[in-house]
């Protein structure tokens, strides 16, 4: 486990700091198609990153001007044009909790061992206040709910939905629709059941259908729910039988009423955002469309992490993914007509977090006709000490958030624009 850094008073006031005309330190102050300050404010330098992206850092400057970076308007290789609006359209954090005690071979434990609600009425961590203060002091407005398929189902494999469990999982779906937030029912189980692969050689595709035509019809009425089809298939043999069962459920969730909510489409390889292209998650689940032969609400849904192996496991970050995974997909999603979210992405609370994420961040925005937002990982149940942890901690009333939410992700720290103010 990974223990929060202590940052100096003078760093942390660094993020806050603006000036008239000149970025914010961590702001974004160059690359293609950027039009708005190109200096610095003083004690910070205006820095190169790579074409599309250059960022105010710490520095012994007082002003420096981005000479190095380009004007052209075009957000990505081979696109003609920028169509991002510079504002993402959805942005939050993971909840976690009910996915505790299921591992990525899709083995989730029962009972006590298991789930582990985000809701004190369950003696869980405050997943309502944290989305309160989320939604009211920071400005996100989705959250990604994650859930073990065997805690809907009470562990039986194509079986009803138990109940009580749901009833315990629909509290925070409930909480989360209070904050006037749309909310992401997300399965948390890797393309698999207790390690069997979903329609090649585990569940059959009408017992992965069956659920969610169960989930779907509870919540076909409800506009802001968000149905995330899966979360992270990982080792699938075959992708395209992997888009018929995605197909299935598509199928499944329309025809049980949900006509109009987004569905969410995840590719092979952890849902990977550098490798949704190159290993033919995109073209097969382009092939995946609503009843009606349309692909209207049918979202990619892909990850993209900072650190070393791109696993989420470290506290450094390394990378802003841009030239391998942004950029090439923001080509690929506009060039065929598509949109993708970032369901899953996070840092430590570490400096090069902070720099490597605000410019993820900011060339998203960049290409936000094509790229909706993102969420972080992760809130809800997990301890402030966990590497990844935005967890926000409590005073009373008062929230503070972690280093990494209030620089980078969180919508009124201005990220997504290039500016801290």
Request: aromatic letters at 10%; a negative charge; glycine letters at 12%.
């Amino acid at each position: 486990m990974a223990y929060r850094t202590a940052y100096p008073l003078a760093l942390i006031a660094l993020f806050t700091a603006s000036a008239r005309g000149q970025g914010a330190v961590y702001s974004q102050c160059g690359g293609q198609g950027w039009t708005g300050p190109t200096t610095c404010v003083s004690g910070s330098v205006c820095t190169f990153s790579n074409p599309y992206y250059s960022q105010c850092l710490p520095g012994t400057a007082t002003t420096t001007v981005a000479t190095t970076t380009a004007t052209s308007t075009s957000s990505a290789p081979g696109s003609t044009s920028t169509a991002g609006t510079g504002t993402l359209q959805l942005v939050g954090v993971n909840i976690a909790g009910f996915d505790f005690g299921c591992d990525t071979n899709g083995n989730c434990l029962l009972g006590s061992k298991g789930a582990y609600p985000p809701l004190t009425q369950y003696s869980g961590k405050d997943g309502l206040g944290q989305m309160n203060h989320f939604v009211k002091d920071d400005g996100y407005n989705v959250f990604r709910l994650p859930v073990g398929w065997q805690f809907l189902t009470n562990g039986v494999l194509g079986g009803t939905i138990n109940q009580t469990n749901m009833a315990e999982y629909d509290a925070l779906v409930q909480a989360c629709l209070g904050t006037g937030a749309s909310c992401i029912i997300d399965i948390h189980n890797y393309a698999r059941w207790n390690g069997g692969i979903i329609g090649q050689g585990g569940p059959t595709n009408d017992q992965f259908a069956n659920l969610w035509t169960q989930i779907a019809t509870k919540y076909k009425n409800t506009a802001k729910v968000i149905f995330g089809v899966m979360n992270e298939p990982h080792d699938v043999p075959n992708i395209s039988t992997w888009a018929a069962s995605v197909q299935a459920v598509v199928t499944a969730i329309r025809n049980a009423g949900a006509t109009t909510q987004m569905i969410l489409l995840p590719g092979n390889d952890w849902t990977s955002a550098a490798q949704f292209i190159s290993n033919g998650s995109g073209a097969a689940l382009m092939k995946v469309v609503n009843p009606d032969g349309s692909t209207k609400n049918l979202i990619f849904d892909v990850h993209k992490y900072l650190d070393s192996d791109n696993s989420g496991t470290n506290a450094e970050c390394v990378t802003n993914n841009i030239a391998d995974a942004w950029a090439p997909l923001a080509t690929w999603l506009r060039a065929n007509g598509r949109q993708a979210f970032n369901t899953e992405t996070g840092g430590g609370n570490t400096a090069s977090c902070v720099t490597y994420m605000c410019q993820q961040i900011a060339y998203m925005a960049q290409n936000s006709d094509v790229i909706l937002g993102y969420v972080g990982w992760a809130a809800g149940n997990f301890d402030a000490t966990y590497v990844l942890s935005e967890l926000p901690t409590q005073s009373g009333s008062s929230w503070t958030d972690t280093m990494l939410v209030s620089s980078c992700m969180a919508p009124k720290a201005g990220a997504q624009k290039g500016s801290t103010s």
